[in-house]
Nanobody, 115 residues
Framework: QVQLVESGGGLVQPGGSLRLSCVAS????????MGWYRQAPGKERELVAR???????NYADSVKGRFTISRDNAKNMVYLQMNSLKPEDTAVYYC?????????WGKGTLVTVSS
């Protein structure tokens, strides 16, 4: 069983930065890809960034060049550094362990970008 807990969300002005963190319980963390997803009001959940167990990364076009995903396998942590935030980045952000049998999910952390 894997439990994921996100932190670091909040209210930020356009152009600002936030760093999201996610800690995972369990011993399988380092073996699987991790992802950050987001869901804005009235929209479907979308993949924002993904990192493989070896550190290869992929990003949604909407966040390329602004967001950076990273992981620390020794600490069972995954991070999302978000820079140059825009109002359209407002959403609940979810950490996920991408598992062949089905993703594990955290409860999410709210990011609001507004002046």
């Amino acid at each position: 069983q894997v439990q994921l807990v996100e932190s670091g969300g909040g209210l930020v002005q356009p152009g600002g930065s936030l760093r999201l963190s996610c800690v995972a319980s369990g011993s399988i963390f380092s073996r699987y890809p991790m992802g950050w997803y987001r869901q804005a009001p009235g929209k479907e959940r979308e993949l924002v960034a993904r990192i493989s167990s070896g550190g290869n990364t992929n990003y949604a076009d909407s966040v390329k060049g602004r967001f950076t995903i990273s992981r620390d396998n020794a600490k069972n942590m995954v991070y999302l550094q978000m820079n140059s935030l825009k109002p359209e980045d407002t959403a609940v952000y979810y950490c996920s362990l991408i598992h062949p049998g089905g993703n594990y999910w955290g409860k999410g952390t709210l990011v609001t970008v507004s002046s």
